[in-house]
């Protein structure tokens, strides 16, 4: 696609890679038959390839309004279009630089800049949002039923943790939402890599990966949060004290990955950047290459369990930005589970870190259609790999919906 870019963002960093990345785009069109938000609004301008061309229309100076922000706003950046694609276009590369160019040229109205701020300033900081989820729990029933779809009716308890025993030790990410709405995840993780001979600890005050203020369109303090984070693993690094970094939650995956990506620019932590994204890996990574180990101890244990019909779904972030497909669904194999069928599994369930407020009506419909999908074959468990989906799909269904490493770690005990 041939490009002309306007004079405010020529020769830029975020430029030159605009640039790189619109001539590759054909608009062969591939991409519209996997977006679920064109499949539900059939508007070109709601489809990657149309918002490849309102973003375009924007680098070369074009008027921009409202409404180009709105379609936008809509897109979930899951990211199914880059698996489609076959040039190979970084449409959530482009999706991220047009999103602030569009920011900067228009004004968001009062309540949506309130919203936003809202969000930005509570959701990365643990304790404020563990402290407003508590009440928020206690007030569940008197609240509006939009906030109520919001505030989880039961938040399954961490149980035991096993203490930093093994000479091998991994560093994991605590998060900024997970500790408060499943603190279950990284307890249940931990009891795992414990059982095969692998310590999981945290950093002190490491928790936000910068993802939520970065995709709220401030990227500014995404980054910043990015550049405290690394701050608060690198001493561990730099000593040498972990084998490696382990995310339990695959959207903060995603973002941790390309760290050396976003940061490329910054002397002072590009190289800090480049070590922690390739220290890092999902934690299905992390267990899989552990199985020698893992399948002995379920061997040893599986004629007292009986297995579950559990359907996984798969976090766009899982199968669409780390590229990771498979893997759990052999792991919940090997733990004795029947895996069910999943329709249409490649579609993002609706939640997409805050979508599901910012774009709530959307982000039902998609819930729906995800939810109908995991139900066909009556699963007694949906299992997922990502807080955010997982906050996000229990609250529509009775169906339990857990961690998959909580499901290992029910079958390792067994």
Not at 186 to 195: E, G, Q, T, W
Not at 282 to 295: F, G, N, R, T, W
Not at 403 to 413: E, K, N, S, T, V
């Given at each position: 696609?041939?490009?002309?870019?306007?004079?405010?963002?020529?020769g830029?960093a975020a430029?030159?890679d605009?640039?790189?990345?619109?001539?590759k785009c054909?608009?062969?069109?591939?991409?519209?038959?996997?977006?679920?938000?064109?499949q539900?609004?059939?508007?070109?301008?709601d489809?990657?390839?149309?918002?490849?061309?309102?973003?375009?229309?924007?680098?070369?100076?074009?008027?921009?309004?409202?409404?180009?922000?709105?379609?936008?706003?809509?897109c979930?950046?899951?990211?199914?279009c880059e698996?489609t694609c076959?040039?190979?276009?970084?449409y959530?590369?482009l999706?991220?630089?047009?999103r602030?160019?569009v920011?900067?040229?228009?004004?968001?109205?009062?309540?949506d800049?309130?919203?936003?701020?809202?969000?930005?300033?509570?959701?990365?900081?643990?304790a404020?949002?563990?402290?407003?989820?508590?009440?928020?729990?206690?007030?569940?029933p008197?609240?509006?039923?939009?906030?109520?779809?919001?505030v989880?009716?039961r938040?399954?308890?961490?149980?035991?943790?096993?203490?930093a025993r093994?000479?091998?030790?991994?560093?994991?990410?605590a998060?900024?939402?997970?500790p408060?709405?499943?603190?279950?995840?990284?307890?249940?993780?931990?009891?795992?890599?414990?059982?095969?001979?692998i310590?999981?600890?945290?950093?002190?005050?490491a928790?936000c990966?910068?993802a939520?203020?970065?995709?709220?369109n401030?990227?500014?303090?995404?980054?910043?949060?990015m550049?405290a984070?690394?701050?608060h693993w690198?001493?561990?690094?730099e000593?040498?004290?972990a084998?490696?970094?382990?995310?339990?939650?695959s959207?903060?995956g995603?973002?941790v990955e390309?760290y050396a990506r976003?940061?490329?620019?910054?002397?002072?932590?590009?190289?800090?950047?480049?070590r922690?994204?390739?220290l890092?890996r999902?934690l299905?990574?992390?267990?899989?290459?552990e199985?020698p180990a893992?399948?002995?101890?379920l061997g040893?244990?599986?004629?007292k369990?009986?297995?579950?019909?559990?359907?996984?779904q798969?976090p766009?972030?899982?199968?669409?930005?780390?590229?990771?497909?498979?893997?759990?669904?052999?792991?919940?194999v090997?733990s004795?589970?029947?895996?069910?069928?999943?329709p249409?599994a490649?579609?993002?369930?609706?939640?997409?870190?805050?979508?599901s407020?910012?774009?709530s009506d959307?982000?039902?419909?998609?819930?729906a259609?995800k939810?109908?999908a995991?139900a066909?074959?009556?699963?007694?468990?949906?299992?997922?790999?990502?807080?955010?989906?997982?906050?996000?799909?229990?609250?529509?269904t009775?169906?339990?919906?857990?961690?998959?490493?909580?499901?290992l770690?029910?079958?390792?005990?067994?």
């Amino acid at each position: 696609m041939q490009t002309r870019l306007a004079d405010f963002i020529r020769g830029t960093a975020a430029g030159n890679d605009a640039e790189a990345i619109l001539r590759k785009c054909v608009h062969c069109g591939f991409c519209t038959a996997t977006c679920p938000t064109y499949q539900l609004l059939g508007d070109e301008l709601d489809s990657p390839r149309g918002r490849i061309y309102l973003i375009k229309q924007a680098l070369e100076g074009a008027r921009v309004t409202a409404r180009t922000r709105l379609h936008l706003d809509r897109c979930l950046t899951c990211r199914s279009c880059e698996t489609t694609c076959p040039s190979g276009v970084q449409y959530g590369r482009l999706v991220d630089i047009g999103r602030k160019v569009v920011e900067t040229l228009t004004r968001r109205s009062l309540p949506d800049r309130l919203v936003r701020a809202g969000l930005a300033f509570v959701l990365p900081r643990t304790a404020l949002f563990g402290a407003l989820l508590a009440l928020g729990r206690l007030l569940r029933p008197m609240l509006p039923s939009f906030l109520r779809d919001k505030v989880p009716a039961r938040i399954e308890p961490a149980g035991a943790r096993p203490a930093a025993r093994h000479p091998r030790r991994i560093v994991a990410l605590a998060g900024c939402v997970q500790p408060a709405l499943a603190p279950a995840v990284n307890a249940a993780a931990a009891r795992v890599l414990d059982r095969v001979g692998i310590s999981l600890v945290e950093a002190p005050g490491a928790g936000c990966c910068g993802a939520l203020r970065f995709h709220l369109n401030d990227q500014d303090a995404g980054r910043a949060d990015m550049r405290a984070l690394i701050d608060h693993w690198w001493p561990l690094v730099e000593r040498d004290e972990a084998d490696g970094i382990v995310i339990t939650a695959s959207g903060c995956g995603a973002t941790v990955e390309e760290y050396a990506r976003i940061l490329e620019h910054d002397p002072d932590y590009r190289h800090k950047a480049a070590r922690i994204s390739l220290l890092a890996r999902d934690l299905s990574e992390v267990i899989a290459a552990e199985s020698p180990a893992l399948e002995r101890l379920l061997g040893e244990r599986r004629a007292k369990r009986a297995p579950l019909r559990v359907a996984f779904q798969s976090p766009c972030s899982l199968q669409h930005g780390l590229k990771i497909r498979g893997v759990v669904e052999d792991l919940l194999v090997k733990s004795g589970h029947e895996l069910t069928t999943v329709p249409d599994a490649h579609l993002c369930c609706g939640s997409a870190g805050v979508y599901s407020i910012l774009q709530s009506d959307l982000s039902m419909q998609l819930r729906a259609r995800k939810l109908a999908a995991l139900a066909g074959d009556s699963p007694q468990v949906i299992a997922t790999a990502n807080v955010g989906c997982l906050a996000h799909l229990q609250a529509g269904t009775a169906t339990p919906v857990r961690h998959w490493i909580q499901l290992l770690d029910d079958a390792l005990r067994e």
